[in-house]
T-cell receptor, first 115, second 119 residues
Framework: GAVVSQHPSRVICKSGTSVKIECRSL??????MFWYRQFPKQSLMLMAT?????????EQGVEKDKFLINHASLTLSTLTVTSAHPEDSSFYIC???????????FGPGTRLTVT | GENVEQHPSTLSVQEGDSAVIKCTYS??????FPWYKQELGKRPQLIID?????GEKKDQRIAVTLNKTAKHFSLHITETQPEDSAVYFC??????????????????FGQGTILTVHP
């Protein structure tokens, strides 16, 4: 089956630093990838839609200069949390949509803790 | 945009009983309705989905029903087992097949239901 990986799975950083999270589709091409944030005991909230070769589309209320998204290839999208603060601590999950089948597959998530 | 409401927020059943989770959606253009199971700290796993041209779909102990007119869909789990305990999310999406417009293909999730199956 289709596999999506995320790296790192867990990261702890200091307030004010930046963190990059990678999302890869391992056995399929993904023109579109999605980035979600999930706080404890809450639902998945879409942050942005990442499109290969073009600018990401951000959901209302999500700061594009704080959450930088790059989708440079059909198998890789990255999310960089810039100048992280404790309130950015969350579970970040990516999802990749298969360009052929349009099925959407989720990555295992990245637990970000900002101290 | 789409709004998906999910109920109940928590559901506790005895092993062997049935569990039903209900969702309503607001966008009449939504035509794809997946259900996900998420264990603590893990990724959401697709367990069943239904498209708008079908009213019901079943896969062993799991079934989903869709009422397009009322804009609601439900997950039914029969003969529940302790390993069914998890958080379940419904979602709705417009078709991803339309050309242009990045709004297509976005999943909107319900708030989630914590299902606990007691042995």
């Amino acid at each position: 089956g289709a596999v999506v990986s995320q790296h790192p799975s867990r990261v702890i950083c200091k307030s004010g630093t930046s963190v990059k999270i990678e999302c890869r589709s391992l056995d399929f091409q993904a023109t579109t990838m999605f980035w979600y944030r999930q706080f404890p005991k809450q639902s998945l909230m879409l942050m942005a839609t990442s499109n290969e070769g073009s600018k990401a589309t951000y959901e209302q209320g999500v700061e594009k200069d704080k959450f930088l998204i790059n989708h440079a290839s059909l198998t890789l999208s990255t999310l960089t949390v810039t100048s992280a603060h404790p309130e950015d601590s969350s579970f970040y999950i990516c999802s990749a949509r298969d360009s052929d089948s349009y099925e959407q597959y989720f990555g295992p998530g990245t637990r970000l803790t900002v101290t | 945009g789409e709004n998906v409401e999910q109920h109940p927020s928590t559901l506790s059943v005895q092993e062997g009983d049935s569990a039903v989770i209900k969702c309503t959606y607001s966008d009449s253009a939504s035509n794809y309705f997946p259900w996900y199971k998420q264990e603590l700290g893990k990724r959401p796993q697709l367990i069943i989905d239904i498209r708008s041209n079908v009213g019901e779909k079943k896969d062993q102990r799991i079934a989903v029903t869709l009422n397009k007119t009322a804009k609601h869909f439900s997950l039914h789990i029969t003969e529940t087992q302790p390993e069914d305990s998890a958080v379940y999310f419904c979602a709705a999406r417009r078709g991803a097949y339309n050309a242009g417009g990045t709004s297509y293909g976005k999943l909107t999730f319900g708030q989630g239901t914590i299902l606990t199956v007691h042995p």
